[in-house]
């Protein structure tokens, strides 16, 4: 489903400034794979997601999506194979139009425009089923203006936005980080209903170890722009975060940095 292969990038090369956030990552997802990323600050995990995501061109290397090089294919292009949802509960939604209206534009992404306005009966009918999947009640204010949500709220919505049409990868960029821990075990818990009810390939970067450990099938950890280590299958499911620490000073040769939010 995604190839990722040999991929480099700097930013600012030649200047001060210079910065080599990816060396020679390669990566490859299988349908329904469910990654975890991890790593520091300045890891490189960001800038993997937002090379897959097109939001630069990688320097060196090819990027394949479901069998088609999207290398060198602008973000707003690449977006039709892609669901996306941000750190901040901001992005992603448009706040002053309802939650419905939201649905909608989420739903016909990538359609023909036309001059049909408005949402049918039937479209409130499915958009209604699927807000009561998200067990917040947001099914009784389907009219509500997203700006008025929660940031637990608005991003619940944005998962189901990003996922309405089934995208080849879903691409989740810390997206609890900004969120309270109640309300982050609550999103988390419907990333795994969505991704699970359409078995979506995704790619999930986290800050928490625990989180990382928990959710998906595969865990990656980076380190100066590499992927350090790759961990999958039973050997995921019995690690411990002392087993991640550990494993991280074996391949990197270097204490892992002492940041709590990565313990916690």
């Not at 009784?140 to 998962?159: E, I």
């Not at 795994?192 to 979506?200: E, H, I, Q, T």
């Amino acid at each position: 489903m995604l190839d990722v292969k040999n991929i480099y990038k700097t930013f600012n090369p030649g200047t001060v400034n210079e910065k080599t956030a990816l060396r020679n990552v390669s990566l490859q997802l299988s349908d329904g794979d469910f990654v975890t990323v991890i790593g520091g600050n300045g890891a490189g995990k960001s800038t993997l997601l937002n090379a897959v995501a097109g939001s630069f061109i990688v320097d060196e290397g090819q990027i394949l999506i479901d069998g088609i090089d999207v290398t060198k294919t602008p973000e707003y292009q690449r977006a039709k194979y892609l669901g996306r949802v941000f750190q901040d509960p901001h992005n992603g939604t448009a706040a002053t139009m309802e939650i419905q209206e939201n649905l909608a534009l989420a739903k016909r992404r990538g359609e023909k425009r036309t001059l049909r306005v408005g949402i049918t009966k039937q479209e409130t009918e499915e958009y209604r089923e699927l807000l009561k999947t998200l067990d917040l009640g947001l099914e009784d204010r389907m009219t509500a203006k997203v700006g008025l949500l929660s940031g637990g709220q608005r991003q619940a919505v944005t998962l189901l936005m990003a996922t309405l049409k089934k995208p080849k990868i879903l691409l989740l960029d810390e997206h609890t980080a900004a969120l309270d821990p109640k309300t982050a075990a609550k999103v988390l818990e419907t990333t795994d209903m969505l991704v699970g009810k359409d078995n979506l390939t995704t790619i999930m970067i986290t800050h928490n170890m625990r989180d990382a450990i928990k959710h998906g099938n595969r865990l990656i950890m980076m380190n100066e722009g590499r992927i350090i280590l790759d961990i999958r299958g039973e050997e995921k499911m019995k690690l411990t975060v002392a087993d991640l620490l550990q494993k991280f000073e074996e391949v990197s040769g270097q204490e892992f940095a002492n940041d709590q939010a990565l313990l916690s």
